[in-house]
């Protein structure tokens, strides 16, 4: 199970764009709303979330977390405590953990870059403490993969998808939604 997390002000394309493509990929993705499970975007959309993150339990069987980018979401996800849990959890137990945008300044913030190449929208460059930059726009390093922006929201979601169910399953995809 894939949890992709949703905080009021988040980035919906970077969102919504690799919950799609996990799920053509056949990845099972459950959006968590945190505080709730009405969540509006940074540009106004509502999404109805999957379930609310006071609904989990246990991270035990996720195969992946991610979390997207936005202003205010990245700011509501970090003081999240259920966010921060499985923050720690993906870093402790080598589970994927995906953050597009300003989102990777969560990871910089709970040391979970140490170390790692990554990437982020530009301005945010300065959270990331301790990672190795890269002129990439999405980037692997170990079970962490990071995007700079929304622009690159599918092939972020390409790169979780490659992570979770390999390269042919993410070329199949590629291939089927017309991207180079």
């Known amino acids: 199970m894939v949890y992709v997390f949703l905080a009021q002000g988040f980035e919906e394309i970077e969102a919504l764009t690799p919950v799609d493509v996990l799920r053509r990929g056949k990845a099972e993705v459950v959006t968590v ?25 246990s991270f035990e069987g996720v195969e992946a977390v991610v979390l997207p ?20 959890y993906c870093a402790e137990n080598n589970v994927i ?6 989102a990777p300044s969560i990871l910089g913030h709970a040391g979970v870059l140490e170390n790692k ?20 726009y999405v980037c692997r390093d170990g079970n962490i993969i990071t995007a700079k922006g929304m622009g690159v929201s599918l092939e972020f979601g390409l790169k979780l998808l490659e992570a ?5 399953t993410a070329e199949r995809v590629r291939s089927s939604v017309q991207c180079r």
């Not at 970090?78 to 720690?88: L, P, Y």
């Not at 953990?97 to 300003?102: F, K």
């Not at 982020?120 to 002129?135: H, N, Q, V």
Request: aromatic fraction near 4%; glycine fraction near 16%; include cysteine.
């Open 97 to 102: 953990l995906g953050a597009i945008c300003a």
């Open 164 to 168: 979770l169910r390999g390269s042919e």
């Open 33 to 57: 709303g945190v505080g709730g499970r009405s969540i509006k975007g940074s540009h106004g959309i509502v999404v109805g979330a999957d379930i609310c993150d006071s609904d989990i339990k």
């Open 69 to 88: 980018g936005g202003m205010p979401g990245t700011l509501n996800l970090e003081a999240n405590k259920t966010v921060q849990e499985a923050v720690r």
């Open 117 to 136: 190449h990554a990437v982020c929208f530009p301005s945010f460059e300065t959270e990331l403490a301790g990672y190795i930059p890269t002129d990439d």
